[in-house]
């Protein structure tokens, strides 16, 4: 995911208190960005950490704390590095776990994930 990262990328306001990043592949899912997911952001050597409020085709909306809000100036550029989220992960590996354990007493579960 850090071959997605952008350097000066720029920021306009959306409303009052969310941002617009567009990103180049987003409609194609390069990268993967979903609502809830975290970009952070780095602007004059601090961090700060948005999260997905939308996707809009190559846009991820973001909602951003008010310490960078009152920092931002129209034009501003930011680094961006995005953040995977391993929820997803854990939870396909729990249901792998899942199903080899309760194979035995529900053989169904098995052939519904692993079909011949």
Known sequence: IKNYDMSQAIL???????FKLHCPGLAESRPSVLKGDIILLR???????????????ENAILNLPRS?????????????????????????????????SDSESNPWVSRILFPD
């Open 68 to 100: 960078f809000q009152s920092l931002y100036v129209d034009g501003m550029k930011v680094d961006v590095r995005f953040k995977f989220k391993r929820v997803p992960l854990r939870v396909s590996h729990q249901g792998i776990s899942y199903s080899e």
């Open 12 to 18: 306009p306001r959306q409303g009052r208190d969310r």
């Open 43 to 57: 602007v004059n050597g601090k961090s700060f950490e948005g999260h997905v409020d939308r996707v809009e085709e």
